[in-house]
Structure formats: structure tokens, C-alpha cells
């Protein structure tokens, strides 16, 4: 059985920051690329990183380029977002996902003072 496990999320104020982490089970782990989205109230679910299989290639959306990064530890079967200085737009759920049909049930970021 596949498992995406988010956790991480909560309250931080603008400026700060959280790690975010993905467990995974039930496949095989170190073959697929990961990614995290995000989607807030009323918006389309957006991909903000993604790190290939084994780590080497990693890409980020515009919006979060230079303040979050993506890792993974292929050993633990868990993918990480690291996210400093959080902004009120990045306020949204999180989710990880890997292929097209593997998804965590998501963690709820909130920036705002």
C-alpha cells in the first residue's frame, strides 16, 4: 500500500521559517522523481519543487526560487522542502507527490503575524 506521509507544517510568522517532510512506503522510493505542491483557498494546485530520483536534479517555481529548497534522503524514503523566509502568499496546504497518482493527504502551512 502506497503512503505519502506531510508533516511539518503550522504557524510561523513572515520572515520565518519551517521544514517540511514526506514519508514514503509501499514503493520504491529511490526510482521516481518527488515534487511538493501547494494549493491555497480558491487557487490551482501549484508545483513548487522537484527533485529527481536520485537528487542530482532539483528545479523550483519562480515564486519560491532562492528561499525554499528541495532534498531528499533515499535511505530514510523521505523528501524534505525547506522553507526560510516564508512570505503570507506562501500560506497553503502542502502535499508531496510522486508519479502522477501518489499523494500525501497534505500539511497545512501558515504565515502571518
Known amino acids: 500500500q502506497v503512503q505519502l506521509v506531510e508533516s511539518g507544517g503550522g504557524l510561523v510568522q513572515p520572515g520565518g521559517s519551517l521544514r517540511l517532510s514526506c514519508a514514503a512506503s509501499g514503493f520504491t522510493f529511490s526510482s521516481y522523481g518527488m515534487r511538493w505542491y501547494r494549493q491555497s483557498p480558491g487557487k490551482e494546485r501549484e508545483l513548487v519543487a522537484f527533485?529527481?530520483?536520485?537528487?542530482?536534479?532539483?528545479s523550483y517555481a519562480d515564486s519560491v526560487s532562492g528561499r525554499f529548497t528541495i532534498s531528499r534522503d533515499n535511505a530514510k524514503n523521505t523528501v524534505y522542502l525547506q522553507m526560510n523566509s516564508l512570505k503570507p502568499e506562501d500560506t497553503a496546504v502542502y502535499y508531496c507527490?510522486?508519479?502522477?497518482?501518489?499523494w500525501g493527504q497534505g500539511t497545512q502551512v501558515t504565515v502571518s503575524s
Open positions: 527533485i529527481s530520483s536520485n537528487g542530482g536534479s532539483r
Open positions: 507527490n510522486a508519479r502522477v497518482d501518489y
